[in-house]
């Protein structure tokens, strides 16, 4: 044990700690909901995953797997992230429009006050996605759990760019007055 704490200094213990520990405490959390009310409709917990100091949660109003066990992407994705990394608004802000400016995004809008951050981006249709598609987040930084999103995906078919608009302000407000939990 003496070996191993010397390889490992006590600074880096406290780091890994205070990355660790926080996601083990959302991953392993029941205060985690199952299930969550957005736009008067039920969305079923389908998938969790922690990478590195990020959790990310998946509901869904339909089961992602088909009759013949194929992965079916649902129409409707509600996405909840928690990140223990200590940043502020503004650097995430930032780290987003260098992104966003990187990859080919039909519509970008990204905005952000002290408090929180939205975003909304449109996804031309393309060879790997046929359809028009539309991401609107809205962010946070928690004092006690790190930053926390919550994004909604939904698939545009036989639509345009204006009207993708129009309805992704409309989720963006909802977004904005939602009852949705902010905190594990």
Request: hydrophobic content about 35%; cysteine-free; glycine content about 4%.
């Given at each position: 044990m003496n070996g191993y704490l010397n390889v490992i200094s006590k600074n880096n213990l406290i780091k890994l700690g205070s990355l660790v520990l926080p996601l083990f405490m959302v991953a392993c959390s029941s205060n985690i909901p199952t299930q969550v009310e957005f736009q008067q409709q039920n969305y079923q917990l389908v998938h969790q995953q922690i990478l590195g100091g990020m959790a990310h949660f998946v509901y869904t109003t339909h089961p992602?797997?088909?009759?013949?066990n194929e992965f079916k992407r649902p129409e409707q994705l509600?996405?909840?992230?928690?990140?223990?990394?200590k940043m502020s608004i503004e650097k995430r802000f930032n780290i987003r429009q260098n992104f966003?400016?990187?990859?080919?995004?039909?519509?970008l809008k990204l905005s952000?006050?002290?408090?929180?951050?939205?975003?909304?981006?449109i996804y031309q249709p393309s060879q790997q996605l046929p359809f028009w598609q539309a991401d609107i987040s809205l962010g946070k930084n928690l004092p006690s759990r790190g930053f926390v999103?919550?994004?909604?995906?939904?698939?545009?078919?036989n639509t345009n760019l204006i009207k993708l608009l129009?309805?992704?302000d409309n989720v963006l407000q909802q977004l904005k007055n939602s009852p949705l939990p902010w905190s594990p």
């Open positions: 992602l797997v088909g009759q013949n509600l996405d909840w992230f928690v990140d223990t990394q966003f400016q990187k990859h080919h995004t039909k519509w952000y006050s002290p408090q929180q951050i939205t975003s909304v981006v999103q919550w994004q909604y995906s939904f698939k545009g078919h129009w309805q992704s």
